[in-house]
Structure formats: C-alpha cells, structure tokens
C-alpha cells in the first residue's frame, strides 16, 4: 500500500499559509476555498499543530491578526515564520544582530543588542 492509503493516527500537522489556508488576490487576503473549515476540523481533532511560513515581511502577530481578519481562529504561537525562528535563534545564543530586513518587522529585533555585531539577519528588505 502506499503511505496515503494505510490508516494510520496522525500524531502532529505542519500547515503551510500562503497558497495552502490563503492566497492575496490584488493585495488582499482571501482563504482558500474549504481552508477555514478543514483548519476547524484540525483544531477540533485535538491533534497538535503548527503553521509555518516563508513571509519574512510580517511578525507572528500580524500573520495571525490577518489569518483571524479571514475567519481563521488562530494565534501567534502556533505560526513559525522566519522572524520567528531567527528571533528563536537569537535569543539561544545571545548573538548580537545586525538586521536587514523589512521596516514591517525591524521592530521584531529592537530588544536585541546590536552593538558590534556578531551576525547579520538579511530578510526581505524590500520598500513597499
């Protein structure tokens, strides 16, 4: 049998965002279509989960504010973005950043030390 065919308990879900539980049509987020009820019945089922995405230009905060916007119950903690996971990494080994990365999430790293550097954080630092 292939993997898809046996029945097996699904111990934990790793959902993808963008493209997967929404897209940006002109801009504005949209959920896909059956995303909001599929992501419900994930929630209900009790089994652990987290989102992730490759957005570098929102914090967890926003990410989560714009999922909800949608009709999606959900909070920052259960996203992992890019933000998130340098942060993460910052912060287990006291590194002291150099950031570049967009205005949106530059925040995100101002309670960090950044005098004499000892990694640069490079994100997507486009001018919207």
Wanted: aromatic share 8%.
């Amino acid at each position: 049998k292939q993997w898809y065919q046996r029945r097996v308990a699904i111990t934990a879900g790793l959902c993808d965002i963008s493209g997967v539980m929404k897209n940006s049509i002109n801009g504005v987020d949209v959920a896909i279509d059956k995303s909001v009820e599929a992501f419900k019945r994930l929630q209900d089922s009790g089994v652990p989960y987290v989102l992730c995405t490759n957005e570098s230009c929102y914090s967890t905060a926003v990410l989560a504010q714009k999922l909800r916007k949608i009709g999606f119950n959900i909070s920052a903690d259960k996203i992992v973005s890019p933000v998130s996971a340098i942060i993460q990494v910052i912060k287990e080994n006291n590194h002291r950043p150099y950031v570049l990365v967009n205005e949106k999430v530059r925040g995100e790293f101002d309670r960090f030390d950044q005098s004499d550097p000892d990694i640069v954080v490079v994100g997507d630092a486009i001018d919207d």
